[in-house]
């Protein structure tokens, strides 16, 4: 064979050879910029949310964080937390106690503490709720329900601020503890256990008013709530 045909041949050999590598990283680009686009519109739907909550449009920056939920990679617990905090700052608590299970789970340990106040401060906020309507054997019982969430945390001790701000939060359900369950047994006292406007009666209202999710919530297990589990791109706590 001449040369010049063992040219051709090493050649051919050559482009086969750069034909088959992109073939086998064709796959790797596609999934590198699948990844790349992905994670483009997650900053962007961030960006937008953020400044959807910064503004006061609190519905919209929940309803964009709900969409983020399944398309976040990186750090997937911040749509969960951002839209608890945008569903309460809608004082819509349950939803809020809600993400705010949901983000501790997904949180990584070093952000467990910051998710575990605002899971504690949404019980205590129901809480403060039902205290204001009367209804204070369901106070007592979201109380205790954040009471369990601030207990299951032992990484979160001061100096840390998380941690200065669990510490706080305990102090302050302990006293509201002792305060509705005095107010429960005044107004026990003086209507008598199954009189009108007696605590039992307070309960079955809620009932029948549809708040009977939230009575649920406070009575089913509080413990394993609290023990069911400042980074970037969190909004901040709006209580």
């Given at each position: ?9 090493a ?11 992109l073939?086998w ?12 686009f ?22 919209s ?97 001061p ?10 939060a305990?102090?302050?359900?302990k ?14 006292a ?40 400042d ?9």
């Open positions: 064979m001449s040369g010049y045909g063992e040219n051709q041949l050649t051919r050999r050559r482009r086969r050879r750069r034909l088959k590598y073939l990283s064709l796959p790797v680009v596609v999934a590198l910029l699948y990844v790349a992905r994670l483009i519109g997650v900053t962007v739907g961030n960006t937008i949310a953020l400044d959807a909550f910064d503004s006061g449009r609190y519905e920056s929940a309803e964009k964080w709900r969409s983020l939920q399944d398309e976040t990679v990186v750090e997937p617990y911040v749509p969960w937390f951002n839209r608890g905090d945008a569903s309460a700052a809608q004082e819509k608590y349950t939803d809020a106690i809600d993400d705010f299970e949901r983000a501790l789970e997904l949180a990584p340990k070093e952000q467990k503490c910051t998710v575990r106040v605002n899971l504690a401060l949404g019980w205590e906020k129901l809480g403060d709720a039902y205290a204001a309507g009367g209804f204070f054997q369901g106070a007592v019982l979201l109380y205790q329900a954040a009471e369990a969430v601030i207990a299951a945390g032992p990484e979160c001790t100096p840390d601020q998380s941690g200065e701000q669990l510490q706080q305990d102090e302050r359900v006293e509201k503890i002792e305060e509705a369950q005095r107010q429960k047994d005044a107004t026990d003086q209507d008598g256990d199954d009189g009108p406007g007696s605590q039992q009666e307070q309960l079955d209202q809620l009932g029948e008013k549809g708040q009977a999710g939230e009575q649920e919530k406070a009575t089913g297990d509080a413990a394993d709530r609290g023990e069911s589990s980074g970037s791109g969190l909004t901040e706590k709006p209580w």
